[in-house]
């Protein structure tokens, strides 16, 4: 018997590459390797023991301002990313909206042609 892979894991791979594919994406790719990159000096900022633990918590201090400053941005591109996807699932539901409208319009029609017969 064949094996039939696995749908979820299908979708899954997809969402991933359309997002990393979209400037969006990359962006937040770029962001998040920074990110790591600056994890990676304060594990070394604390691993150095040259500097006194002032200078040591300086750094930190300075290093983990700047992956706040990160992680704003991401979160900001993230929010740009779904309001534009909300964007364009608007205009589905504005054209589905003017269905279920006349479709109201005419069971009122047609309640009003009862009511006066």
Same mark, same amino acid.
């Given at each position: 018997?064949?094996?039939?892979?696995?749908?979820?894991?299908?979708?899954?791979?997809?969402?991933?590459?359309?997002?990393?594919?979209?400037?969006?994406?990359?962006? @937040? +790719?770029?962001?998040?390797? $920074?990110?790591?990159? =600056?994890?990676?000096?304060?594990?070394?900022? #604390? %691993?150095?023991?040259?500097?006194?633990?002032?200078?040591?918590?300086?750094?930190?201090?300075?290093?983990?301002?700047? @992956? +706040?400053?990160?992680?704003? $941005?991401?979160?900001? =591109?993230?929010?740009?990313?779904?309001?534009? #996807? %909300?964007?364009?699932?608007?205009?589905?539901?504005?054209?589905?909206?003017?269905?279920?409208?006349?479709?109201?319009?005419?069971?009122?029609?047609?309640?009003?042609?009862?009511?006066?017969?």
């Amino acid at each position: 018997m064949k094996s039939i892979p696995s749908i979820s894991s299908n979708v899954n791979t997809n969402n991933a590459n359309q997002t990393i594919a979209s400037p969006r994406g990359k962006e @937040i +790719q770029s962001l998040i390797s $920074q990110k790591s990159k =600056l994890n990676e000096e304060i594990s070394a900022v #604390k %691993a150095d023991k040259d500097l006194d633990t002032k200078m040591k918590a300086e750094r930190v201090q300075s290093l983990r301002t700047s @992956i +706040q400053n990160i992680d704003a $941005q991401i979160a900001e =591109l993230k929010a740009q990313e779904m309001q534009e #996807k %909300a964007e364009r699932n608007r205009p589905e539901q504005q054209d589905s909206k003017p269905t279920s409208t006349d479709s109201s319009a005419a069971v009122l029609d047609v309640v009003l042609k009862h009511s006066t017969t």
